[in-house]
C-alpha cells in the first residue's frame, strides 16, 4: 500500500496535535454535558475497535467475541465501586446482595476492595481469559470462520452465564455504577465525568501509540505475515500459535480497559454489553473506517456511534436499515474502508475517472516518484 | 428404564429442532465455506410464513383445509426463504467469493436488515415482495428457446419483471384487504397455533409425549432423508458432492459451480425455512426469533464438521441429549448418591442457560482432541 499519497510535513503534524489536544482539554467547556458523555463514551469505545484492528486488521482474526472482555472490564470497574461505597449498607456489601438474601460476600469479589488491585484487573483479566481462550483454539490452528463462530458462541456463553448469576453478579440487572462514590464524589456527577473524559482521551491516544509501536517492528511484520499467508509463516521457523495468543490476549485487554471507562460514563454495566449484536458492531466500526490502519478505527468508532446516535434520534427504525446495509456496502464495494481508500490508490483514481489528472500508465510508483528515477 | 426413555425423547426433541436449523447452515459451509449469519433470519422469514398462511387459511373460502395448513406452509416456507437465499446469493454472495470473512459481516448485515424490514413493513406487502420475486424468477424458465436467443430477451425480461411487480403489488393489496391484521406493521410477537390434530399428548410405552415434538421430528426426519436421497441419488445432489470435495477440479470437469453455488444456497436456505415452520410451533414468532437458535446451530456446525452430513445429524442429536441432561440436573437421577462436591457442580449447572455453558466447554475440550470435527473433510491441503 503506497501511504506517500497524503504525507504531512512535521509541521502540520505540530499544529494539529496543538489543536487536538487543546480542543480534548476545552471540551468541557465547549459541550453540553450530555454531549461530552457520549463523545467520551464513544472515545472508549475506540479503544475496543483499536483491539479488533490489531487482531482482524494486522492478523486476520475476525473475532466476534470482543464483548466478553469489554464486560469483563466493565464488571471489574463496577465491582470496585460498589464495594468502595457500601459501607452504608448491611453487612458492608453492596445493596442489592440483601435482595437475594446474600449475607457473605462471594469470595472473588474480596480483592476488589483494593483500588489498585482494580487497576491491574481491568486489563489483566480480560487478557488472560483471552490468552487462554486463544491458546485453546490457536493450538488446534481453528481460524477463519470458525474461529469467528467460536468467538461468537463463547460470547453467548458468558452472556448466559452473567445474566444467569443473580446471587454473585446481579445478574441480568447488572451493577449500577453513576449512583457509587470515589474520592467522595458521585461517579455520575460532573466533575467526576469531567476527569474521566479526560483519562479517556489520554488513554485513546496511549493505545493509539502502542499499537503503532506494536506493529511497526518485526512482530507487526509476523502478525501481518499470519494475515496473508500463515503456512508459510509457519514453515519459516515462526510458531503462529504464540503470535496469535499474544495479540488476541493484548487486544482483550485494551477491550477492558475500553468496557471499563464506557461502564463509568454509562452509569452501569450489565449483560447486555455482552449481546452478539454489539460485538459485530466493533468489526464494523474498524471496517468502515479502515482495517489495518488503526487511525481509521478511532474515527470509525466515534463517527459510527455518533452517526448511531443522531439517527436514532430523528429515525429510530431506520437506524437498522442503515447499519446493515453499511456492512453490506463496505464488504463489498469498499473493502479497505474509508481511511484504507483515502491511503491507497482511492482518490487518484476517482480523480483520474473524471480526468482531473492525467492517467497513469504503469504503476504510480514508477510514474509519479521522480525521486527514484534519478 | 423410564428415565432413559424420557431423557432420550427430550433429547431428540431438541436435538431434532437443532438438526432441521443446522441442516442447511452445515450444507452451505460445506460447499462454499461460507457461514451465512442470516440463516436466523430466513427462519424467521420460514415462521412469519406459517403465520400467514395460518392466517390465509382462516379465510372462509379456505376453512374447511384449515387443518392441513402447517403441511402446505412447509413447502411455502421452503419456497420463501429459498427465494430470498437465491437473490442473497446472486446479489451478495457471488462477489465475495473466496473472502469468508467478509461474506460473514455482509450476511450479518442482511439479517438486520431482514429483521427491521419484518418490524417496520407490514406483512402483506412482505408477501407481495416474494410473489413477485418469485414469478420473476421464475417466468424467464418457461422462455422458450426462440426468445431467449433473441436479442430482444431484455425487453421480454423487462415485461416479466414489471409484469411480476404488478401481480405482486395487487396480491399485497388483496391480502391487506382480506385480513387487515396482515396490512399493519407491528414489531409484536405473533402466536401461530397448531391445528387440532397436532395439539395434545400422545402415548409412547407409557410415556406422555407432546404431539407438536413429535411432529418437529417427523418433519426432521423427513427432510434429512429428503435431502440425503437428493443429494446420493440426483444428478445435482452428485455435483453438489463433487465441488464440495474439490472446487477446482469439478470446475474443470465442466460442472457449473455458479450453478451448484445457487442451488445449494437455495436449498440451504430453504431448508432453514422450513426449520422456521417447526420453531414457530414452539413458541411465539418475533423478529428475534432465528437469534435464539443460531448460535446451537453453529455449534452443531463446529462439532459435527463438514465433510460428512452424519456429523451434523450425530452433533445435533449428541448437543440435544447432553442439553437435557445437564439442563434438567438427570445426572443426579441417573446417579443419586453422588459425592457432594460433584453434585453441587450438576446442580449448579442445572439450567438450560447454564447447560449451554457446560456444553460449549465441553465442545471447546473435544476441538482440543479433533479440531476439525466428528467427521472432518479428508484432504492434503496445508489449509485444511
Keep these: 500500500m503506497n501511504k506517500n499519497i497524503i504525507k504531512f510535513n512535521g509541521k502540520v503534524k505540530f499544529i494539529f496535535w496543538v489543536l487536538l489536544i487543546a480542543f480534548i482539554v476545552a471540551a468541557p467547556a465547549l459541550l453540553p454535558v450530555f454531549r461530552l458523555n457520549l463523545l467520551g463514551r464513544y472515545l472508549s469505545l475506540a479503544i475496543v475497535a483499536l483491539g479488533v484492528d490489531l487482531i482482524w486488521g494486522f492478523t486476520g482474526l475476525l473475532s466476534l467475541g470482543q464483548g466478553i472482555f469489554f464486560t469483563l472490564g466493565g464488571y471489574c470497574v463496577a465491582m470496585y465501586l460498589q464495594l468502595n461505597s457500601s459501607s452504608e449498607f448491611p453487612n458492608n456489601i453492596p445493596e442489592f446482595f440483601a435482595l437475594y438474601g446474600v449475607k457473605d460476600l462471594p469470595i472473588f469479589w474480596a480483592p476488589f476492595k483494593s483500588p489498585l488491585f482494580t487497576l491491574f484487573a481491568i486489563w489483566l483479566i480480560p487478557a488472560v481469559v483471552a490468552g487462554i481462550l486463544g491458546f485453546l483454539v490457536f493450538r488446534n490452528r481453528i481460524k477463519g470462520v470458525y474461529f469467528s463462530i467460536l468467538t461468537q458462541a463463547s460470547l453467548l456463553v458468558f452472556f448466559n452465564f452473567f445474566n444467569g448469576q443473580q446471587k454473585l453478579i446481579n445478574g441480568t440487572n447488572g451493577l449500577k455504577t453513576d449512583v457509587t462514590q470515589l474520592f467522595g464524589q458521585l461517579v455520575g456527577s460532573e466533575l467526576i465525568q469531567r476527569y474521566i473524559f479526560w483519562i479517556t482521551a489520554f488513554l485513546v491516544i496511549t493505545a493509539w501509540f502502542f499499537s503503532k509501536w506494536l506493529i511497526k517492528g518485526r512482530f507487526g511484520n509476523i502478525l501481518i505475515g499470519i494475515r496473508d499467508d500463515e503456512p508459510r509463516v509457519r514453515f519459516t521457523g515462526y510458531n503462529p500459535v504464540i503470535f496469535k495468543t499474544i495479540i488476541f490476549s493484548i487486544s482483550g485487554a485494551l477491550a477492558g480497559i475500553s468496557g471499563a471507562l464506557y461502564t463509568v460514563q454509562s452509569g452501569i454495566v450489565s449483560p447486555q454489553f455482552m449481546t452478539v449484536p454489539f460485538s459485530i458492531e466493533m468489526v464494523i466500526w474498524v471496517a468502515v473506517g479502515g482495517r489495518g490502519t488503526l487511525l481509521g478505527a478511532i474515527l470509525g468508532a466515534v463517527f459510527i456511534n455518533y452517526a448511531k446516535s443522531l439517527v436514532s434520534e430523528a429515525l429510530p427504525a431506520s437506524w437498522m436499515f442503515i447499519q446493515g446495509s453499511l456492512f453490506i456496502l463496505v464488504v463489498t464495494t469498499l473493502p479497505e474502508g474509508i481511511l484504507g481508500w483515502l491511503y491507497s490508490e482511492g482518490p487518484r483514481n476517482l480523480l483520474q475517472k473524471f480526468g482531473f489528472i492525467r492517467k497513469i500508465k504503469t504503476y504510480p510508483s514508477l510514474e509519479l516518484n521522480k525521486s527514484s528515477e534519478g | ?384
Excluded at chain 2, 421480454?156 to 385480513?179: D, M, N, R, T
Excluded at chain 2, 443426579?332 to 447454564?354: G, H, K, Q, V, Y
Aim: hydrophobic share 55%; proline share 3%; charged share 10%.
Design chain 2, 1 to 384: 428404564m423410564e428415565l432413559l426413555l424420557d431423557s432420550l425423547f427430550n433429547g431428540v426433541a431438541i436435538g431434532s429442532v437443532l438438526l432441521i436449523a443446522a441442516l442447511g447452515l452445515a450444507i452451505v459451509f460445506g460447499l462454499m465455506g461460507v457461514i451465512n449469519l442470516a440463516h436466523g433470519e430466513l427462519m424467521m422469514l420460514g415462521a412469519y410464513t406459517t403465520y400467514v398462511t395460518q392466517l390465509i387459511f382462516k379465510l372462509p373460502t379456505l376453512k374447511p383445509f384449515y387443518n392441513w395448513y402447517v403441511i402446505i406452509s412447509i413447502f411455502l416456507a421452503f419456497i420463501v426463504s429459498g427465494v430470498v437465499g437465491i437473490i442473497l446469493e446472486k446479489t451478495i454472495i457471488r462477489k465475495l467469493y473466496g473472502s469468508p470473512l467478509e461474506t460473514l459481516l455482509a450476511t450479518w448485515g442482511v439479517s438486520l436488515i431482514l429483521q427491521q424490514f419484518v418490524r417496520s413493513i407490514p406483512l402483506s406487502y412482505g408477501t407481495g415482495l416474494i410473489v413477485s420475486l418469485l414469478i420473476g424468477l421464475l417466468l424467464p424458465l418457461f422462455f422458450s428457446k426462440k426468445i431467449k436467443e433473441s436479442i430482444k430477451f431484455k425487453y421480454y425480461k423487462l415485461a416479466s419483471w414489471s409484469f411480476a411487480v404488478l401481480v405482486g403489488i395487487l396480491s399485497a393489496e388483496l391480502i391487506s384487504s382480506l385480513i387487515s391484521k396482515l396490512g399493519r406493521a407491528s414489531a409484536r410477537n405473533v402466536d401461530v397455533t397448531a391445528p387440532a390434530w397436532m395439539r395434545g399428548q400422545i402415548e409412547i410405552l407409557g410415556n406422555t409425549f407432546p404431539k407438536t415434538r413429535l411432529m418437529i421430528i417427523i418433519i426432521t426426519l423427513i427432510s434429512v432423508i429428503a435431502i440425503i436421497c437428493f443429494l446420493n441419488q440426483s444428478a445435482w445432489g452428485i455435483r453438489i458432492r463433487a465441488v464440495t470435495q474439490n472446487r477446482q477440479m469439478s470446475d474443470c470437469l465442466g460442472i457449473s459451480t455458479e450453478k451448484v453455488d445457487v442451488i445449494t444456497f437455495g436449498i440451504g436456505s430453504g431448508l432453514a425455512g422450513v426449520a422456521g415452520v417447526a420453531v414457530s410451533l414452539l413458541g411465539s414468532v418475533g423478529p428475534n426469533v432465528g437469534g435464539n437458535y443460531i448460535v446451537g446451530c453453529f455449534m452443531v456446525v463446529v462439532l459435527g464438521g463438514v465433510g460428512n452430513l452424519l456429523g451434523t445429524i450425530f452433533a445435533s442429536f449428541g448437543i440435544g441429549i447432553m442439553t437435557d441432561l445437564i439442563g434438567a440436573g438427570r445426572i443426579l437421577n441417573i446417579w443419586p448418591n453422588m459425592p457432594l462436591p460433584l453434585s453441587n457442580i450438576i446442580n449448579f449447572f442445572a439450567t438450560t442457560s447454564m447447560a449451554r455453558v457446560m456444553i460449549f466447554a465441553l465442545i471447546v475440550v473435544f476441538l482440543q482432541f479433533k479440531p476439525s470435527g466428528l467427521f472432518p473433510q479428508k484432504g492434503r491441503m496445508v489449509e485444511s
